[in-house]
């Protein structure tokens, strides 16, 4: 069963970074799509960013081109976002997100099985 957990969320002050973490377990994820997404109170959960395990190509929202990066580390079986430069409008909580890769780019809640718990990133004004 695939397992996925994330951490590193806090609070930042905008203008500011914070990198989030999602340790993946359960199988080999060579064939795999990881995923961000995120979801700010009262509004719905939004793709932010994935990445082809093996391939490492990478798809980001608009609104985060630049300021976001999506990595993994193969070997730790862990899926990285850096943030930089966070805008209030980023406060939200952040969930890792995992499936076989069906598509490409894959930025639909609907396409990915398996989710972390989230962890929250509040940056204040």
């Known amino acids: 069963q695939v397992q996925l957990v994330e951490s590193g969320g806090g609070l930042v002050q905008a203008g500011g970074s914070l990198r989030v973490s999602c340790a993946a377990s359960?199988?080999?994820?060579?064939?795999?799509?990881m995923g961000w997404f995120r979801q700010a109170p009262g509004k719905g959960r939004e793709f932010v960013a994935s990445?082809?395990?093996?391939?490492?190509?990478?798809y980001y929202l608009d609104s985060v081109k630049g300021r976001f990066t999506i990595s993994r580390d193969r070997f730790k079986n862990t899926v990285f976002l850096q943030m930089n430069d966070l805008k209030p409008e980023d406060t939200a909580i952040y969930y890792c997100a995992a499936n076989i890769m069906t598509a490409w780019p894959m930025t639909s809640r609907s396409q990915y099985t398996y989710w972390g718990q989230g962890t929250q990133v509040t940056v204040s004004s």
């Open positions: 990445i082809h395990w093996t391939a490492g190509d990478t």
């Open positions: 359960g199988r080999t994820f060579s064939s795999y799509i």
